[in-house]
């Protein structure tokens, strides 16, 4: 399993972040694709995920400032963040979910993507 994440960076306040993560290698169905983010010294938190319905789920500290879409048949998903501030500074994991073909569920991380968020 791959998953090649690309964007991240400084980015000063206010602006915004725009991510994009394409999976590859996934032997099954593909449900979950989204972002997690881990700031220095805090634990490892949901940041939003879109099923292959495309309903999603977003934490509290991005609703309203995020969106998140993705492309099934890409298996790519596309983060974006506007209104940034200090705090989103973190490293960003992307990360899926999937059904292999005998019905076990996998789940995987990619490797973090550092977001620094100053002026």
């Known amino acids: 399993v791959q998953l090649q994440a690309s964007g991240g960076g400084l980015v000063q306040p206010g602006g915004s972040l725009r991510l994009s993560c394409a999976a590859s290698?996934?032997?099954?169905?593909?449900?979950?694709m989204g972002w997690y983010r881990q700031a220095p010294g805090k634990q490892r938190e949901l940041v939003a995920i879109?099923?292959?319905?495309?309903?999603?789920r977003k934490a509290d500290f991005v609703k309203g400032r995020l969106t998140i879409s993705r492309d099934n048949g890409e298996s790519t998903v596309w983060l974006q963040v506007d209104n940034l501030k200090p705090e989103d500074t973190a490293a960003y994991y992307c990360?899926?979910?999937?059904?292999?073909?005998?019905?076990?569920?996998?789940?995987?991380w990619g490797k973090g993507t550092l977001v620094t968020v100053s002026s």
């Open positions: 990360y899926i979910g999937w059904m292999t073909p005998d019905s076990h569920a996998m789940e995987y």
């Open positions: 290698g996934i032997i099954g169905d593909i449900n979950d």
């Open positions: 879109i099923n292959n319905e495309g309903r999603t």
